[in-house]
């Protein structure tokens, strides 16, 4: 029993080195942390998800493009879609140097398209908010982990210079909270590489899907008489 009770979880942490603690103490912050953005960036992917989808389906029902402009508005609200603002930025501009310089004006069309490109990337580095830190956390955590059991480890070795006879009573505790620090960089690292590698697919699909709005809306305005 009493084995157990110094080898229990919290007993190894109590107990460890005080390098060793903060090492534990920063990937726990770290872990909170990263969980915190995985479930921000979830929920705002799947938002823009709906909010693309939805916007699409109206746009190519609606081809009146004033009245869809209307429901719109020209400027952007919070419940608004990427997509949403991509299309008031073009025709906002477009409208702006159409009555400027005429139809047929290839400088209407390259304004256009330099005013939705401007608010697609806006949008995309608002979606990609905080992937950095995930991978980041992915990357540098096993090696904090590791820092902190290499530490605990070399003090484990440095006790037993006082102990007439090593045994596995003397080595195990030391050991122990020593690859605690390896599994908490584990803990904190695993699930932001799969977070991080699953919402950079998700962003990668949803600009695959504004770039093509993108063309598709320059065509139908240059079509425009």
Not at 68 to 91: C, M, N, S, W
Not at 115 to 126: F, L, V, W
Request: without cysteine; aromatic residues 12%; proline residues 3%.
């Amino acid at each position: 029993m009493e084995v157990v009770q110094d080898l229990s979880f919290i007993h190894l942490i109590a107990h460890a080195s005080i390098l060793v603690q903060l090492v534990m103490g920063l990937l726990l912050v770290v872990s909170f942390m990263s969980w915190w953005f995985i479930f921000l960036k979830l929920f705002a992917i799947r938002q823009e998800v709906r909010l693309t989808a939805e916007f699409e389906d109206e746009f190519w029902r609606n081809s009146n493009l004033a009245e869809l402009y209307k429901q719109v508005g020209a400027t952007p609200r919070a419940d608004q879609g990427a997509l949403e603002r991509i299309f008031a930025a073009g025709l906002t501009e477009y409208v702006k140097l159409k009555k400027q310089y005429g139809s047929g004006n290839p400088v209407v069309m390259e304004g256009t398209s330099r005013a939705m490109r401007a608010t697609y990337q806006r949008e995309m580095d608002k979606l990609e908010a905080h992937l950095a830190f995930l991978a980041s956390i992915g990357s540098v955590s096993p090696y904090v982990g590791l820092f902190g059991t290499v530490w605990g480890i070399m003090n484990a070795f440095r006790g037993l210079a006082n102990v007439g006879q090593a045994t596995l009573a003397h080595v195990a505790p030391g050991i122990a909270e020593a690859l605690v620090a390896t599994a908490m960089g584990l803990f904190a690292a695993i699930p932001a590489v799969v977070a991080y590698n699953r919402f950079a697919h998700d962003i990668d699909r949803l600009a695959t899907r504004f770039e093509s709005f993108t063309e598709e809306f320059s065509n139908v305005l240059q079509r425009q008489p």
